[in-house]
């Protein structure tokens, strides 16, 4: 193994959406099945300190970490392809570089010295790359950098790349630069100019790309690959072909196929050792491929236009189903869409019904007419953090008959406020990173549905939330048939509502998507999706 972390630098040029996270989470599962210790890092060039204050539309899902850092989507891919936990560390903003740099010169750490993009900003960017490898010990830290080369946002941290790549020397360090080449359908011709602009574009910026990732939709020709590979001055096994596939888990063994790893290994001076077998990995891919059975899920969403900003949840359904040897057909519904005449049309067909987080009234009585619909048609029920919310308003209205509950976060008159402001938030006015985040435990009833999933009465679970089921409700909610069956024992906040006389109908204050991967589905998913086959083969 090597003695010092060896770095991998990945940007994207052409267009941006080529799946960069996706490449680095592949080429680190390739990487960790050899045996080395691996982390991905994402350098996002907005300004925002963290995504936390954007609006899912804008990014997609927002990521939570186990150490409560809200972070880009792309973190969710390397947790769930590498099986280990990412930190705050693996993702920064330049509004993170530019808030410690202020705050140092603020603090007189630069006294007397004119603060500038180069060298402070640039230093900054250098030192958070550094800081994740010598900080978890690793061999290899994959650092990938978003936007596409040529922006203007992204150039400190191409110059910052660039003088680590000098830095670190030849063989600490290597770079993977990902492209598109076009298909011109009208000429049959697939077209390696825009690869070509894109590495000038890195060359005038003193980087030569060490290997080329090129994303297409029809399989590369010899030629092509001479082509790039004298025009851009990478050896011709550093053109990579990344063909699309029909399912981004394919991604690790394509680029075993294209020998990504070895290629990698060999520029940094490390052993190949023997090709890796990725059993466990294959097993899970023939499983999502060959299952027979499908079943209908709908995810009722109020982001619904974007399908990114349910990432984890969707890819969560995912591994439940490969794990239930069965398909997950996922349709999304739009909560702001239904309503008391459509709601059973819109949910027509639905073996199981999931609503989903998210902030705001928006949609709010859409979602909860799909509970209604879910709970008094006996439908499989699972309702993540706002969808949990909305299960208890739905429960007071119908079976307690408090026709205003809600959440005061959609109305403050109400006489019966069942989700409830958490008392430590009632101070708090600034917005970024400021909810109740990350970890937190909770205590499982035995008997319940989660205690059935989980196995264990004390788990941990990541949290992104403001408000709270207001305990001053829970004995008349329990004496009606909704039980508290997870609760956080510190506190006493209620982390999980079942219904025991359906089939199954679990709400979960927590998001139990987030820590969902290839190798360890999550249970409670898991068991949502069983329960749903078992809802339709007993039809
Ligand atoms: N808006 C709700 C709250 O802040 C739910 C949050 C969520 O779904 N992540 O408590």
């Known amino acids: 193994m090597p003695q010092k972390t060896k770095y991998i630098f990945v940007t994207g040029g052409v267009t941006s959406s080529l799946g960069k996270g996706i490449i680095s989470s592949s080429l680190a599962k390739l990487l960790q099945s050899r045996g080395y210790s691996v982390t991905i890092q994402k350098l996002d060039p907005y300004i925002n300190v963290d995504p936390g204050t954007l609006n899912p539309y804008e990014h997609g899902e927002c990521f939570v970490t186990e150490d409560g850092a809200e972070t880009d989507l792309d973190l969710g891919h390397y947790e769930r392809f590498l099986n280990v936990h990412t930190t705050q560390a693996n993702n920064v903003t330049t509004g993170r570089i530019y808030q410690s740099v202020i705050n140092k010169e603020r603090r007189g750490e630069y006294l007397g010295k004119t603060v500038q993009v180069i060298p402070h900003i640039t230093d900054e960017i250098k030192r958070r790359i550094k800081l994740v490898g010598t900080k978890q010990k690793l061999d290899v830290v994959i650092t990938e950098i978003g936007g596409t080369v040529g922006d203007i946002e992204?150039?400190?941290?191409?110059?910052?790349?660039?003088?680590?790549?000098?830095?670190?020397?030849?063989?600490?360090?290597?770079?993977?630069?990902?492209?598109?080449?076009?298909?011109?359908?009208?000429?049959?011709?697939?077209?390696?100019?825009?690869?070509?602009?894109?590495?000038?574009?890195?060359?005038?910026?003193?980087?030569?790309?060490?290997?080329?990732?090129?994303?297409?939709?029809?399989?590369?020709?010899?030629?092509?690959?001479?082509?790039?590979?004298?025009?851009?001055?990478?050896?011709?096994?550093?053109?990579?072909?990344?063909?699309?596939?029909?399912?981004?888990?394919?991604?690790?063994l394509l680029m075993l196929k294209e020998k990504l790893d070895i290629t990698i290994l060999q520029k940094l001076d490390l052993p190949v050792g023997p090709t890796p077998e990725l059993k466990a990995w294959k097993q899970f891919i023939a499983k999502l491929k060959d299952s027979k059975s499908t079943v209908k899920v709908g995810l009722v969403g109020k982001y619904i236009e974007l399908p990114d900003a349910y990432k984890s949840?969707?890819?969560?359904?995912?591994?439940?189903?490969?794990?239930?040897?069965?398909?997950?057909?996922?349709?999304p519904i739009h909560s702001e869409e239904i309503d008391l005449g459509n709601v059973a049309q819109k949910l027509e067909g639905m073996n199981g019904i999931l609503v989903a987080p998210g902030f705001g009234h928006r949609g709010i009585e859409g979602k909860i007419l799909a509970v209604q619909h879910a709970r008094e048609n006996k439908i499989p029920f699972f309702g993540i953090c706002l969808g949990m919310q909305c299960s208890v308003i739905e429960f007071s209205r119908n079976v307690l008959g408090f026709a205003d509950a809600n959440s005061t976060e959609m109305t403050r008159n109400t006489a019966h406020p069942v989700i409830d402001l958490m008392e430590d938030q009632k101070g708090i006015s600034d917005k970024g990173g400021t909810m109740r985040l990350g970890a937190y435990p909770c205590s499982l009833a035995e008997g319940?549905?989660?205690?059935?999933?989980?196995?264990?009465?004390?788990?941990?679970?990541?949290?992104?939330?403001?408000?709270?089921?207001?305990?001053?409700?829970?004995?008349?909610?329990?004496?009606?048939?909704?039980?508290?069956?997870?609760?956080?024992?510190?506190?006493?906040?209620?982390?999980?509502?079942?219904?025991?006389?359906?089939?199954?109908?679990?709400?979960?204050?927590?998001?139990?998507?987030?820590?969902?991967?290839?190798?360890?589905?999550?249970?409670?998913?898991?068991?949502?999706?069983?329960?749903?086959?078992?809802?339709v083969s007993s039809k």
């Open 154 to 252: 992204s150039l400190p941290y191409i110059e910052a790349v660039r003088q680590l790549k000098y830095e670190l020397g030849p063989t600490n360090s290597a770079f993977i630069h990902l492209t598109l080449v076009p298909y011109l359908a009208a000429s049959g011709e697939l077209k390696t100019k825009p690869t070509q602009h894109s590495v000038k574009i890195l060359l005038e910026n003193g980087i030569q790309p060490d290997v080329l990732v090129l994303r297409t939709e029809h399989p590369l020709t010899e030629d092509i690959r001479r082509k790039v590979a004298l025009f851009c001055n990478v050896n011709l096994n550093a053109v990579i072909e990344s063909i699309d596939v029909s399912t981004i888990y394919e991604v690790p």
């Open 313 to 331: 949840i969707m890819e969560a359904l995912i591994h439940a189903g490969a794990s239930n040897q069965c398909k997950v057909d996922i349709t």
């Open 448 to 535: 319940s549905n989660a205690f059935a999933a989980y196995k264990v009465s004390e788990i941990q679970e990541r949290h992104r939330h403001r408000y709270e089921l207001n305990n001053a409700f829970l004995d008349a909610l329990q004496a009606k048939g909704m039980k508290a069956t997870g609760i956080n024992p510190d506190t006493g906040l209620v982390e999980i509502i079942e219904i025991p006389e359906h089939p199954w109908f679990v709400g979960v204050q927590f998001h139990p998507e987030y820590k969902s991967t290839v190798v360890n589905p999550h249970p409670l998913f898991v068991n949502f999706i069983k329960a749903v086959k078992n809802g």
